[in-house]
């Protein structure tokens, strides 16, 4: 039997505000446990929740962006249940009412095809705090830091039919919210994770199967590895005479497999009702403008521009437009370099990431700056050096060792461009080579590359390549 996968995931972003969602306590990561969890995020006896502000303008920001419906009245509800990391018994979330609904987003498929992923809603809610188990033999910690940190959860359609479109999807999601500046993205700290809602059917069907959601999956390769397991556990499953259970289930990475965690609640377990100490959320139009101004050119915007303005492929217009700040940054480039797009391009994806990542580093953090490579991408360009000797320069550059320009001059790297000097050159070397000169005039083209090589050597690498190319065929053809 074929079987089809049917996906959707639940994407939990850690809105990016300086305090709580109801209260005004920090939301720094990295505080010494339960030093930042105050009154109201316990919910103790007395206490008002005052919502945020920031966080309604950052929902309505997200909503805006992925062509979504914002509500002008959105509503708090209590999500009632019991777990060790939440004191009070029950969440604050929304439900019947969520600030925002029927949305759409775009994603990128293998092969180069597009599909329209639904966005069902996206909510806002308070996090919960968080237990700890491996620091505490037979025991349990709990850090209650992470209480009434602001989330949005966005909830998508089951429209996805793959484990990689769900990558895609949520690749193209963690895009937007950091191009939004809404959420930081990071995912070792937990600002961005996902729960994937996963079923399958026999091809054809169209009720759905009964699904498992996968629960925290923190990082892009986890989230592909986790549904194929689950994926290939259903179907051994139904194919052995078995069904599948609805319920809740972890990953475990190291063993990679999926295991049972608890079974899954209906909403109904949750007896949500709307929560007393909250009025409901009215939105006026005038916000939703305010708002609606604060925008900036979103991913797909600028791959087009890139792509119309800056001549580049798609593909390389999509790496640079992943994230805003290798966008900022590339665009800063080509700026300095006096408009070097392709140039620009290639160093910024090449040797710039590259050095980044040996070094794990930050776009932010970089010791190269636009200015910087934009000087070398010139110096390219006026042949003062050639791209093998910029390589040079640029890790000069890189390790602290100040502007292009004066490593060039400090090194002695300026490119040999004087005709009777790459002449004389070139002479030295065919007079060293005569065996080698025969066998190139008897036919033996590829020994153009050994002559170009040795003279370059002799040069020290400063030869320019293209006038060295030129004078050495006339040379040998004498």
């Known amino acids: 039997m074929e079987w089809e996968t049917v996906i959707g995931l639940e994407i939990h972003a850690q809105l990016a505000t300086k305090s709580k969602i109801f209260s005004g306590a920090s939301t720094a990561y990295g505080a010494a446990p339960n030093t930042q969890a105050c009154a109201v995020d316990l919910g103790l006896p007395g206490v008002l929740p005052v919502l945020n502000k920031d966080v309604v303008r950052m929902a309505v920001k997200f909503g805006l962006a992925i062509g979504a419906k914002v509500a002008p009245r959105s509503v708090f509800a209590r999500k009632n249940y019991f777990y060790p990391d939440l004191p009070k018994g029950y969440q604050i979330s929304q439900y019947e009412l969520p600030v925002v609904e029927q949305g759409m987003l775009e994603i990128e498929l293998e092969d180069g095809s597009t599909k329209n992923v639904g966005v069902t809603r996206a909510h ?38 793959s484990a990689k479109e769900a990558v895609a999807y949520m690749k193209k999601l963690h895009s937007l919210v950091r191009y939004l500046e809404i959420c930081d993205g990071n995912m070792q700290e937990g600002s961005f994770r996902c729960d994937a809602n996963v079923s399958v059917r026999p091809k054809g069907q169209k009720e759905f199967g009964t699904r498992a959601e996968l ?25 052995s005479g078995g069904t599948v259970v609805q319920e809740t289930r972890l990953y475990d990475s190291v063993k990679n497999e999926t295991r049972s965690m608890r079974t899954k609640e209906e909403a109904n377990d949750y007896r949500y009702f709307p929560d007393p100490d909250l009025l409901p959320l009215d939105i006026e139009p005038a916000f939703i403008d305010q708002v609606r101004a604060t925008l900036p050119e979103l991913p797909d915007e600028k791959r087009r521009r890139f792509i119309d303005e800056y001549k580049l492929s798609v593909y390389d217009a999509g790496v640079l437009t992943s994230s805003r700040e290798m966008a900022d940054f590339f665009e800063a480039v080509v700026r300095e370099s006096g408009g070097q797009a392709k140039m620009s391009a290639n160093w910024v994806m090449g040797d710039f990431s590259g050095a980044l990542n040996k070094d794990g580093l930050e776009i932010g953090d970089s010791p190269v700056t636009p200015t910087m490579l934009g000087q ?91 006038q060295l190319n030129e004078l050495l065929k006339k040379k040998l053809a004498e």
């Open 376 to 466: 070398l991408l010139q110096r390219i360009a006026d042949n003062t050096i050639s791209g093998k000797i910029a390589k040079e320069v640029f890790e000069a550059m890189w390790n602290g060792e100040g502007m292009p320009d004066d490593i060039i001059e400090k090194r002695g790297l300026k490119q040999v461009t004087d005709t009777g000097a790459i002449e004389a050159m070139i002479d030295e070397v065919l007079a060293a080579n005569p065996g080698q000169v025969e066998q190139y005039k008897g036919g033996k083209d590829k020994l153009l590359g050994f002559f170009v090589g040795q003279v370059m050597k002799l040069s020290k690498g400063k030869a320019n390549p293209a």
């Open 124 to 161: 806002l809610e308070e996090d919960a705090g968080k237990s700890m188990h491996e620091d505490f033999e037979g025991m349990s910690g709990i850090d209650l830091n992470r209480a009434g940190t602001p989330l949005l959860e966005i909830v998508s359609e089951p429209d996805l039919r």
């Open 215 to 239: 629960k925290n999956l923190n990082s892009f390769r986890f989230v592909e590895r986790a549904i194929n397991i689950e994926v290939e556990r259903q179907i051994d499953l139904l194919e």
